[in-house]
């Protein structure tokens, strides 16, 4: 079975560019989530998505960062405009919420580089 | 943001030992999940923990859910050099929102 599908891999921009974040999630999981991985902070939860309906951004750093998960099966992360300290790595993790598991599987994540 | 605290933070074995790391937190959780990452790569589920005292097994890999549900400890039996990585434990008190570990690296010498 495939896993959660990000893409791309790597993405390197300049300063002020736009930035798009894509997320495959597991066939059949119905919440999505969008972490941000440094050295300094560890992984953070930037926003939660269940049946494709935002629960809690709260995490999400400022208003240039936006997230939208049009269907199930898709959902991206957007950095507009993009700054230095956004580079970090942003995974993308799915799960099935239901009475018990709330087992989360990540993808492999994006790392972004902003020069 | 809030991070469990794990321990030891990095180790070196000799391949073929055994090897113990753990994770405490203050609050109390009713789910742990134990993840490995490697280089370049995202965690991997290895395990989940849902009861205190439940003690859980995948293949070389033993978790278990401490009793006070305030910790959790991870074993690797006869360590391999493909066990290097980092692993990290997350907790949960029943909701989506994980805290995560500060990550335990281990490295294994051949």
């Known amino acids: 079975d495939a896993g959660v599908i990000q893409s791309p891999r790597h993405e390197v921009t300049e300063m002020g560019q736009e930035v798009t974040l894509r997320c495959k999630p597991i066939?059949?999981?119905?919440?999505l989530f969008w972490y941000r991985q440094t050295m300094m902070r560890g992984l953070e939860l930037l926003i939660y998505?269940?049946?494709?309906?935002?629960?809690?951004d709260s995490g999400m750093p400022e208003d240039r960062f936006s997230a939208k998960m049009p269907n199930a099966s898709f959902s991206t992360l957007k950095i507009q405009p993009s700054e230095p300290r956004d580079s970090a790595v942003y995974f993308c993790?799915?799960?099935?919420?239901?009475?018990?598991?709330?087992?989360?599987?990540f993808g492999p994540g994006t790392r972004l580089t902003v020069t | 943001g809030q991070q469990l605290n794990q321990s030891p933070q990095s180790m070196f074995i000799q391949e073929g030992e055994d090897v113990s790391m753990n994770c405490t937190s203050s609050?109390?959780?009713?789910?742990w999940l134990w993840y490995k990452q490697d280089p370049g790569e995202g965690p991997v589920l290895l395990i989940a923990?849902?009861?205190?005292?439940e003690l859980t097994s995948n293949g070389r890999l033993t978790a278990q859910f401490g009793i006070t549900r305030k910790d959790s400890f991870l074993n690797i039996s006869a360590s391999i050099p493909s066990d290097v990585g980092i692993y990290f434990c997350?907790?949960?008190?029943?909701?989506?929102?994980?805290?995560f570990g500060t990550g335990t690296r281990l490295k294994v010498l051949a």
């Open positions: 993790a799915s799960s099935l919420v239901g009475l018990r598991s709330y087992e989360q599987y």
């Open positions: 066939s059949g999981h119905n919440s």
């Open positions: 998505f269940n049946n494709n309906v935002p629960i809690d």
């Open positions: 609050s109390i959780f009713n789910t």
């Open positions: 923990l849902y009861k205190a005292g």
């Open positions: 997350a907790g949960t008190s029943g909701t989506y929102k994980y805290i």
